[in-house]
């Protein structure tokens, strides 16, 4: 079992739309989570980090499920801009330690 | 700060030549991070490094890889001999390793081994 899993997409949608992406991860003693973005031919940049209680930014809302150890990502209201892989990462434990990256969730928004 | 700077951006070489990445990190970062990314297997870390050491060179796929960070400024990944399964973008990345463990990329060299 892959320490990270994700849905591979693509996940197409309209502007507009809303859509939510889930990940996975195997090791319960993770200690931090992330959601990264990454653009055609381009570096994994971060979105957001994932806090237990939830976090928000704008459109985008990072959820925490410790008991079934899954990550969730919500845009809402999604633009064009919004295209690009979304990378799950999870920190097992320690400062800066190994951050481990799922495959990524390619969303293509359309018009 | 130019963020973390990765030579060459682009290489293509013959199967069974050495291949030498180089990476420059973010001042003062103290965890350095090599990473590949391929289509199937999106990105894997290969090694990293905590104030030049490799703390953890687990993923590196075989002997053919080879990582050094001589000092805080500069590591290297060296590939010998390269064979067309090492195909890849090859990423460094730097993290400060204090508070928030964000790891900051460089763009990442694109090797073709052919």
């Known amino acids: 079992r892959k320490e990270v899993e994700q849905d591979p997409g693509p996940f197409n949608v309209p502007e507009g739309a809303t859509v939510a992406f889930n990940c996975t991860y195997s090791n319960s003693a993770s200690q931090s989570f992330f959601w990264y973005r990454q653009d055609c031919r381009k570096e994994p940049k971060l979105l957001m980090s994932v806090y237990s209680s939830g976090n928000e930014d704008g459109r985008f809302t990072a959820q925490l499920n410790r008991a079934s150890q899954y990550i969730s990502l919500l845009i809402r209201d999604s633009k064009l801009s919004d295209s690009a892989t979304y990378l799950c990462?999870?920190?097992?434990?320690?400062?800066?330690?190994?951050?481990?990256f799922g495959t990524g969730t390619r969303l293509q928004v359309t018009l | 700060d130019a963020g973390v700077i990765q030579s060459p951006r682009h290489e293509v070489t013959e199967m069974g030549q050495e291949v030498t990445l180089r990476c420059k990190p973010i001042?003062?970062?103290?965890?350095l991070f090599w990473y590949r990314q391929t289509m199937m297997r999106g990105l894997e870390l290969l090694i990293y490094f905590n104030n030049n050491v490799p703390i953890d060179d687990s993923g590196m796929p075989e002997d053919r890889f080879s990582a050094k960070m001589p000092n805080a400024s500069f590591s290297t990944l060296k590939i010998q001999p390269s064979e067309p399964r090492d195909s890849a973008v090859y990423f460094c990345?730097?993290?400060?390793?204090?508070?928030?463990?964000?790891?900051?990329f460089g763009q990442g060299t694109r090797l073709t081994v052919v």
């Open positions: 001042s003062g970062h103290d965890y």
């Open positions: 990345a730097s993290s400060p390793g204090t508070g928030g463990p964000e790891a900051f």
């Open positions: 990462v999870v920190n097992g434990g320690g400062t800066a330690s190994k951050l481990t």
